[in-house]
């Protein structure tokens, strides 16, 4: 039976919050799927995460709309607007008029949100493609099939990887502000971590204060605004924990004149990239990561759809088919003209398992 939109949500709305969102798929009539795979004119592809007025989800989105061309496909876009509520809403809303055959590739506004967004796909018989996001032992060996695989940065290196490019452009002395990502993320926890890492190997660097700027640039600039009005020319330099707060920063110093600043962050968007080449490698934007965002997007809808069709059994799978960190590359001005192209164009799927970099451990 195919459920309206509506009504899936006005269900989960009433009984989400008491955890039962499962629940609302067996109540509408979606059975849980049969081992048969599902043919390819019934597959919906999904895209889930925040807005796209994200530069980093337009690049997730360009990888999803690659992917879903090479198989002649179109695919959805669901923007949860960081709001966790309202993407486990989408999910099941999704899932109750696909069923089995809906592939969703999501980075989970929080951890927390995904144990409800795999327990409500688990009972649709779907598949989950799950980017960077996960709570701690909640893996795809251990929850099964329904958590097809997951997808992420190493974090850690990557938070330390940009801040020894900062230090170095600082000379090694200094003070810093920090601005990290949403606090209860698997990947912003991560991230900061790499950060004190290498701060033990410089230990004339301070870390003067670090707060959240939720991942977005607004925000990243009236956070910076206000460390600018308490800790002024004391700040030396400024780590992020992604692009946007880094741009927002940037724009903040800008106006205070601070063009002694230097600046980091993570993803490789455009615009960090065009910053990072017009510059001089030493002040304003310095240093980012090389972006796996389209590889993100097109592969882990590749790898749900993989599964969905039969082509791949999850359930036979290699460990580092189930779980895995993407490869990583700093970008600086040395390096920027190379990394900083737009691999979004021609991007070719015939081996789903060319963005693996290293498996991550079942106890990461």
Not at 53 to 59: H, I, S
Not at 67 to 96: N, R, Y
Not at 333 to 348: A, E, H, I, R
Request: glycine share 10%.
């Amino acid at each position: 039976m195919k459920v309206s939109t509506g009504r899936a949500k006005r269900l989960v709305a009433a009984i989400a919050s008491v955890g039962l969102v499962s629940t609302v798929i067996m109540t509408v009539g979606v059975t849980p799927a049969s081992a048969a795979a599902c043919e390819k004119s019934k597959i919906k592809l999904v895209q889930s995460g925040r807005g796209l007025e994200n530069p980093y989800y337009v690049a997730v989105n360009k990888g999803s709309a690659a992917f879903a061309k090479s198989v002649g496909l179109e695919h959805q876009w669901i923007s949860s607007e960081g709001d966790s509520q309202k993407q486990l809403s989408q999910i099941t809303s999704i899932l109750a008029e696909a069923g089995n055959c809906a592939v969703i590739n999501v980075d989970p506004n929080e951890s927390s949100i995904l144990p409800a967004i795999l327990d409500a796909a688990k009972a649709a018989g779907a598949h989950v493609v799950v980017q960077w996001n996960r709570p701690a032992g909640v893996t795809p060996l251990k929850y099964g099939t329904t958590f097809t695989s997951f997808m992420s940065e190493d974090g850690n290196a990557q938070g330390y990887a940009i801040a020894v490019e900062l230090f170095k452009a600082m000379k090694g002395k200094g003070n810093i502000i920090a601005l990290q990502g949403m606090l209860d993320n698997t990947v912003a926890q991560s991230r900061f971590k790499g950060l004190k890492r290498a701060m033990k190997e410089y230990p004339k660097i301070k870390l003067l204060a670090d707060q959240t700027a939720k991942w977005d640039q607004n925000e990243g600039q009236k956070v910076m605004q206000t460390m600018l009005t308490k800790y002024g020319k004391k700040i030396n330099g400024v780590w992020t924990a992604n692009d946007s707060m880094g741009l927002g920063a940037l724009q903040a110093l800008r106006a205070k004149k601070r063009t002694d600043v230097g600046v980091v962050g993570i993803d490789g968007l455009d615009l960090a990239m065009k910053e990072i080449k017009a510059g001089n490698g030493k002040t304003g934007f310095i240093a980012t990561t090389a972006s796996n965002a389209h590889i993100q997007g097109g592969y882990g809808l590749a790898i749900g759809y993989a599964a969905a069709t039969g082509s791949w059994d999850p359930a036979k799978a290699k460990p580092e088919e189930r779980a895995f960190y993407l490869k990583t590359v700093t970008a600086t001005k040395k390096n920027v003209d190379v990394v900083s192209k737009d691999l979004s164009v021609g991007m070719k799927f015939t081996n789903i398992w060319d963005a693996i970099g290293s498996v991550i451990p079942e106890t990461a």
